[in-house]
């Protein structure tokens, strides 16, 4: 193999395997507060979002807020100047993506969004909590 042929392949490997990392990596990191999708039933009669046709594949931080005891997701950390929000899924996105479904779903300013399950409503909103807690 001709040495320009060889240093090609090694470039493209090295170029491949740069990128399969920069895709996987940033899921491991993680410092600070942690973030989560708190979930509280409320009485608000407003518009709501109907989640009843979310996927729990598309919405996972969502599914999991509405099946936990203490109403709220896995915890999220943002690392390297929100660097990792790029390529990785978030409660950020969903809740973004929820505002933007039903926009008059939307209350104090955007720090909540009212979400309706079969007829049960939930108010949804990201908090954090400090890292040692």
Request: a negative charge; proline letters at 5%.
């Amino acid at each position: 193999m001709r040495p320009l042929m060889r240093n090609a392949l090694l470039a493209v490997g090295l170029v491949v395997v740069l990128l399969l990392a920069l895709g996987a990596l940033p899921g491991y990191l993680g410092s600070g507060e942690y973030y989560y999708l708190e979930a509280t039933d409320t009485d608000d009669n407003g518009t709501a979002v109907d989640i009843e046709g979310l996927s729990e594949q598309r919405y996972p931080y969502l599914t999991t807020a509405l099946a936990a005891e203490n109403g709220r997701s896995d915890g999220y950390q943002r690392a390297l100047g929100e660097f990792k929000d790029a390529f990785t899924h978030s409660p950020f996105d969903e809740y973004d993506s929820l505002q933007q479904l039903e926009p008059e779903a939307v209350r104090d300013d955007g720090d909540r969004v009212i979400i309706d399950r079969d007829g049960d409503r939930y108010s949804l909103r990201i908090v954090t909590e400090p890292e040692d807690q």
